[in-house]
């Protein structure tokens, strides 16, 4: 792991000076880092805070943000290297297990922990909270799925609250004094100048690729609506769904909800108890109709697609030259698929230009203390306890960046007021 750190930094974050801006070379890997982050920046009282948490003799479980794919594990790596070099981090178990013999070697060399669903599971919950109990610390992503959205922290899973919450009572039951802490990790990347231009290439490349009609004369923001309502209606003829004229959140609303009516009608009444859309996944996993199962997943296929434009994300009178870049990244790996340029953009997005990683690192969650506030309190409460902290912490950070430089900047052309107001 320690001989991976300069590669890391080489490769995948800042890349080559001087070579990394030169015209035809700089979108080079190898010359650009493939996620171009050219300082990351952590408050000395951040820093110091961090150490905190994870000096020996307390379990600390950490819990970054996670909106996008791929440089939230470069991150990781740099802060392990900085802060925790025997850090445990957990993957989903395709990427650990699911690409052979020698990188499966590889994962686990890396410390890295492999997500398997069901009672597969348990080891690894196992050896977390043992590693985590020796000092080392144990890193999850709560978010779970990227859905590119840098600004709203998104429902978070279970599993930092329930891995802290198994630690506490395993030294509880030993009657041992060590602390189990719960750390957020907030990191926000701004462009470190203009990338209008960047942008409007892939959003260009991307209309071109679906075959979707763009007017390019058109400012960003309403290219990016141009795309997301030409996806939208594409969505609804696919499953027969008329829209009314409205503006794209309305319509939205309308498209998911009379899709949900849809699924719940070729669902059987035995799984309707079920919240969506986990009644449509055992619907189509148990289905031995074969049209019915592909009607289910093509239906649950587009109502996660949609669901994952967070309309709170997107909702409000200015947006952020960041918003039009990461939604176009999430758009791209929805709907693009099949050439290599669509692989490579689905394991390595490459930003539209270079970026500054501002780095905050919250007070930690003593979950003993929480425990003694919160007597009865379970992993479902203390991981919306989290979500409320983070969300908190990056508002702060987001309004201290826009009064040092302007961050929204851009009129909505998505926005609707009424719809914040409810």
Not at 350 to 361: A, E, K, N, T
Request: aromatic share 6%.
């Amino acid at each position: 792991m320690r001989r991976l750190v300069p590669i890391n930094r080489w490769l995948n974050l800042h890349g080559l000076p001087l070579l990394r801006d030169l015209p035809g070379l700089r979108r080079l890997p190898g010359l650009a880092g493939l996620c171009d982050i050219r300082d990351i920046q952590i408050p000395d009282a951040d820093q110091t805070r961090l150490r905190a948490s994870l000096q020996a003799g307390q379990a600390c479980f950490l819990a970054p943000n996670h909106p996008e794919f791929f440089t939230d594990w470069m991150i990781d790596k740099e802060l392990s290297a900085r802060f925790a070099p025997r850090l445990a981090c957990w993957a989903t178990h395709d990427i650990v297990n699911g690409m052979g013999a020698a990188m499966q070697r590889f994962w686990l060399r890396n410390n890295l922990i492999a997500q398997i669903p069901g009672s597969g599971g348990a080891a690894a919950k196992q050896h977390s909270v043992a590693w985590a109990l020796q000092g080392h610390g144990v890193l999850l992503h709560p978010e779970g799925a990227v859905n590119w959205h840098a600004d709203r922290i998104a429902p978070l899973y279970q599993g930092v609250a329930e891995l802290a919450l198994d630690a506490y009572s395993s030294l509880d039951e030993q009657a041992a004094t060590q602390r189990v802490l719960v750390q957020p990790l907030l990191w926000k990347l701004r462009f470190i100048r203009d990338e209008s231009a960047a942008i409007g290439k892939e959003l260009a490349w991307t209309a071109k690729r679906l075959r979707l009609p763009l007017d390019h004369a058109q400012a960003l923001p309403q290219q990016l609506q141009q795309i997301l309502a030409a996806l939208l209606a594409r969505e609804a003829e696919a499953a027969g769904i008329l829209l009314p004229e409205a503006p794209y959140f309305t319509r939205r609303r309308q498209f998911l909800a009379t899709l949900a009516q849809q699924l719940d009608q070729l669902t059987p009444d035995s799984a309707l108890s079920l919240p969506a859309p986990r009644r449509w996944q055992r619907a189509a996993r148990e289905s031995e109709d074969r049209e019915r199962k592909q009607q289910l997943k093509q239906g649950l296929a587009a109502w996660e697609r949609l669901n994952r434009v967070d309309e709170t994300a997107y909702n409000q009178p200015l947006l952020a030259q960041e918003h039009i870049a990461e939604c176009v990244k999430r758009i791209r790996q929805d709907y693009c698929r099949g050439t290599l340029r669509d692989t490579l953009n689905a394991y390595c997005p490459r930003p539209p230009g270079p970026r500054s990683l501002q780095l905050r690192v919250p007070e930690a969650i003593d979950v003993g203390r929480w425990l003694s506030e919160h007597p009865g309190a379970d992993a479902q409460a203390l991981i919306q306890h989290l979500r409320q902290l983070m969300q908190r912490d990056l508002d702060l950070l987001l309004q201290q960046l826009h009064q040092t430089r302007p961050y929204w900047t851009l009129p909505n052309p998505l926005y609707q007021a009424e719809l914040s107001d409810a």
